[in-house]
């Protein structure tokens, strides 16, 4: 009955509800990262680089046998190195416009905090009067100081 009830009282921290908040909406927002990439990004970048797409380059290693009445069919061995080159080059794009995104974001911040730092400051608050017996201790060390 222990193991359940640490295992519950676990569960239950508020750091592990936040992790799984922040999942939820990291998939959440990587599907929102996908679609900006795949559907805004990539096409007009694709038209600059003349629609180059590198993923069909690859070297048979071993050719493919149609099946036969006694033989199974055997599935071509392609390396495919350009399925990599294609994931590479999609990443160092992406990174970039991660980049400027950031970028333009940090900008705004430091807008921001110079606005910030430009509004004048408020006037510090007076003062408060001291109260009477404050005045009349002040009046005894002052008279008490002459004698001396």
Not at 3 to 32: R, S, T, Y
Not at 80 to 90: E, P, S
Not at 127 to 146: C, G, H, N, Y
């Amino acid at each position: 009955m222990g193991f359940l009830k640490e295992f519950k009282q676990f569960a239950m921290k508020g750091n592990v509800m936040d992790m799984a908040v922040g999942v939820i909406i990291g998939g959440a927002f990587g599907k929102i990262v996908t679609s900006l990439v795949n559907d805004v990004l990539m096409p007009p970048i694709g038209v600059l680089m003349g629609g180059t797409d590198f993923s069909n380059l690859g070297i048979v290693i071993k050719k493919g046998v149609e099946a036969t009445e006694t033989t199974p069919a055997v599935a071509e061995v392609v390396w495919k190195y350009g399925a990599f080159i294609q994931q590479v080059v999609d990443f160092i794009i992406l990174a970039f416009c991660v980049f400027m995104l950031v970028k333009v974001m940090n900008h705004l911040t430091n807008l921001r905090k110079k606005e910030e730092e430009a509004a004048p400051a408020p006037a510090p608050a007076p003062a408060p009067e001291p109260s009477k017996e404050e005045v009349l201790l002040t009046e005894i060390r002052d008279l008490l100081k002459e004698k001396k």
